[in-house]
């Protein structure tokens, strides 16, 4: 298997507020490299949010923007190139959000939520958040809500469902990214 997983964790509820991001790159069934890197969003911080990922507005005052992220790696979004997250929805509607509120235009790349395979593979849990899954799985997720933390964990699920139940059905997971 090939793709990427990604993590964001935003400053607020605006969806264009990314403070950090991660991305774990899985190539020929191997975590083959990883990026992490704080953002200094174009809002203001929330409590609640900081509260849960620990980023405070200090944090990032001399990190790069989303535009200079998005320079870095915008080479892993594009047709037939698979990127994944737990709680995909969410990363997307950052990624789309933050790719419209600077003016760039949005890639077509596919995407797969593991929190949906999760399910599927997993229905006996009592929910099916990332570090739910991780424990089942015994999956290492020492800070959750760190972006790198959690990205190399959402690849690590994929990796152990695709080694314990095949790529076939997986395959029906795979969406366009809209």
Same mark, same amino acid.
């Given at each position: 298997?090939?793709?990427?997983? *990604? ?10 507020s ?19 890197? #704080?953002i ?5 911080f ?6 849960i ?13 989303? &535009?200079?992220i998005?320079?870095? *790696?915008?080479?892993f979004f594009?047709?037939?190139?698979l990127v994944?997250?737990?709680?995909? %929805? ?10 419209d509120?600077?003016? *760039?235009e ?5 995407? #797969? ?8 593979f997993?229905?006996d849990? %009592?929910?099916?958040?990332?570090? &739910?899954v991780?424990?089942k799985l015994? *999956? &290492?997720l ?6 790198l ?5 959402c690849?690590?699920i994929l990796l152990?469902q695709a080694?314990?139940f095949? &790529?076939? %059905? ?9």
């Amino acid at each position: 298997m090939n793709f990427v997983a *990604i993590d964001f964790e935003t400053a607020n509820a605006k969806r264009y507020s990314a403070c950090s991001v991660a991305l774990t790159v899985v190539r020929e069934n191997k975590i083959v490299d990883e990026f992490y890197s #704080l953002i200094k969003p174009p809002t203001d911080f929330f409590w609640r949010n900081v509260q849960i990922h620990g980023i405070h507005e200090e944090d990032v005052a001399n990190a790069p923007s989303f &535009t200079d992220i998005w320079d870095h *790696i915008d080479s892993f979004f594009g047709e037939n190139k698979l990127v994944i997250a737990h709680n995909a %929805p969410f990363d997307n509607s950052v990624i789309k959000s933050s790719l419209d509120y600077y003016g *760039i235009e949005r890639p077509n790349y596919l995407t #797969l939520d593991t929190v949906k395979t999760s399910k599927e593979f997993f229905p006996d849990l %009592p929910n099916h958040k990332l570090d &739910t899954v991780c424990d089942k799985l015994n *999956i &290492t997720l020492d800070h959750h809500h760190n972006a790198l933390d959690d990205s190399q964990a959402c690849a690590n699920i994929l990796l152990y469902q695709a080694t314990h139940f095949g &790529t076939q %059905p997986i395959k029906p997971f795979v969406k366009a990214a809209k």
